[in-house]
């Protein structure tokens, strides 16, 4: 049988664990940022307020989530003041 000390097996079962807890964050992160992308066709730019969201919904309209106003794109995929 394999003796060893109470700190090393501390010291053993702590460096196991860090080093499982990196690979599944090191796995799963990259796992998630496959599909993550920012792509210009979900952009949206408010008409009334200016600002820039992000909507990844498949539709011609957006309600801007800080001022609640209805934008529309166009057939192009402008958004905003350019596609009114
Ligand atoms: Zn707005």
Request: net charge positive; glycine share 4%; with cysteine.
């Amino acid at each position: 049988m394999i003796e060893i000390d109470f700190y090393s097996a501390i010291s053993i079962f702590l460096s196991v664990f860090l080093l499982a807890s990196f690979f599944y964050f090191i796995f799963t992160d990259g796992a998630k940022r496959k599909n993550t992308s920012l792509d210009a066709r979900y952009l949206w730019h408010c008409s009334v307020c200016l600002h820039a969201y992000f909507d990844a919904r498949r539709s011609s309209f957006s309600h801007c989530p800080k001022c609640g106003s209805i934008n529309k794109k166009d057939i192009n995929g402008k958004a905003g003041k350019d596609a009114l």
